[in-house]
């Protein structure tokens, strides 16, 4: 996994070149985490006409019929060609999100799809057209990998390197550029669940035509959509909205107008609402932590660390910590010494202090951290061995040396 997002390019082009490494060129498939395919056998017989074209050199996507003056996506015009198995047309060009009256003229005209984000190809076939295209994420790309860090079955991508990589989708670093891309239709009940209203599409409805997850109460609602994780949510006499509660906030909009989400985050970023900063539950290749309460000079965490997984080794420069092991084992390393901590047990670690925390058991580890001190921001830390790759200071330095 990337250490931060790139968008699609950089992160297909990794993969790719780690196949070619290995004396694999093998064909791709790339498949966006957030779609719908309800029909799977629609779905592999388009497949298999897209293999074929793969097989052959080209750069094949999937596109799904226009059925309907769908503004909230990209679409794509297509023409014959007799250089092509039956069944794939060449991508004559790509349409970025329409407008409703020119959505509407290319449903009509019959020819146009709309983008899926889905494709296929060899991988030496889209790492030629990259580095032809859009040389920049290639050597980028190349640099990380070349300086990456194999952990068991996990590969460290580089952070100093990638973070200067570019960042752009295929769509736009490769297929709307190379002369090879053609598109493959595929009709599978195929649905893009990046909207609340979508996913109110897909999933299966109450009588009143409800989708609802978590602890929720309805009475007279219709058409809704409610996703509590923490809190009772309740609707009452209210029509076609979305209600999401999570620990960081609660966001309602009618269904219509969830789009506009990016419109409310850009309105918290310029008023520098600590929202979009960071969030109460964060999420790490070791685990997760939970901030239960803070003040000013204070911060109460849940941590949850995952068997045979650690965090860096690090130091803070402006708190100390207090550890009460709730359930697991804990191994912790503070300064010079390594001891393990069991249920109902606890240790101090002072402000300065070089500190670790393992789990060496086969159970999640589940700590409470309490953090004091004048500044208790995230970024006060200084990582010095980490398996991830987040090394912050000189490894050379003795751990008694920095600590003091």
Known sequence: MEPF?????PAVAIAAMKLLADGKDELMLVLPADHVIEDIDAFKASLNSATEAAEKGEMVLFGIPALRPETGYGYIKATHSANLPEGVNRVERFVEKPD???ATQYVESGDYYWNSGMFIFRASRFLEELKLHDPDIYDTCLLALERSQVDGDHIIIDRNSFAVCPDNSIDYAVMEKTTRACVVPMSAGWNDVGSWSAIWDVHDKDSDGNVTKGDVILHEARNCLVHSTNKLVSLIGIEDVVVVETK????????????DVKKVVNKLEAQGRQEVKSHLEVFRPWGSYDSVDMGQ????????VKPGAQLSLQMHHHRAEHWIVVSGTAQVTCDDKTFLLTENQSTYLPMTSVHRLANPGKVPLEIIEVQSGGYLGEDDIVRYEDVYGRVDAPQTKSTNAVAR
């Open 248 to 259: 960081d906030a609660v966001m309602i909009a009618h269904k219509d107008k969830v789009q």
């Open 100 to 102: 409703a009256i020119r």
């Open 297 to 304: 000079r204070f911060q109460v965490k849940r941590i949850t």
């Open 5 to 9: 997002g790139r968008n699609t390019a």
